[in-house]
């Protein structure tokens, strides 16, 4: 169920459309391309961005940040699946979502074309890279990150 779209208060050019988290959940799976931004609550944000890995093909994809846009306290940014302690130490986590976390923050401090450098590299590896076991790699952590910092600066 979704209630007609609105404008995004303070911004007149977003448009802004209310989901019940399971309809948006649905959505997401059937309709993804229809999707831009999404704003939920800790606990359905949760939900929805483990969806959003899994369409992604693994939850060691993709980043995520807690924005505050007044900047009085701070902002977090880091993997969807959070520091996957279980996985420490063994050399079998995907590093992307963690480097994509990064690129996100150095947006965010106002370090766009550094931002950029490291998605491109990111881009690059994923594309054509070592891949770690979630993406039927053999890779370790370590190998996927060092490809990934070769390529920063070396993309275009």
């Known amino acids: 169920m979704r209630s007609s779209p609105k404008s995004g208060g303070n911004y ?24 831009d931004v999404i704003v939920a609550s800790n606990l359905f944000g949760d939900i929805l961005t483990d969806i ?3 369409l992604q093909g693994s939850l060691g994809l993709p980043a995520s940040a807690n924005l505050n846009p007044e ?3 701070p902002s977090l940014f880091e993997p969807v699946h959070g520091s996957a302690p279980r996985r420490a130490g063994q050399g079998v986590a995907n590093p ?7 690129a996100m923050l ?13 998605m491109d590299a990111l881009r690059a590896v994923a594309k ?3 891949r770690t076991k979630d993406l039927g790699g053999t890779a370790t952590t370590r190998e996927v990150g060092d ?10």
């Open 12 to 35: 007149p050019d977003v448009e802004v459309t209310t989901y019940h988290v399971d309809a948006l959940a649905a959505r997401m799976v059937t309709a993804p391309d229809t999707l």
């Open 52 to 54: 959003g890995g899994a």
């Open 71 to 73: 900047r009085i306290y």
């Open 96 to 102: 992307m979502a963690t480097i994509w976390a990064g």
């Open 106 to 118: 150095l947006d965010h401090i106002g370090e766009p074309e550094a931002g950029r450098l490291v």
């Open 128 to 130: 054509d890279g070592p």
């Open 147 to 156: 490809a990934i910092a070769a390529r920063v600066g070396t993309t275009g």
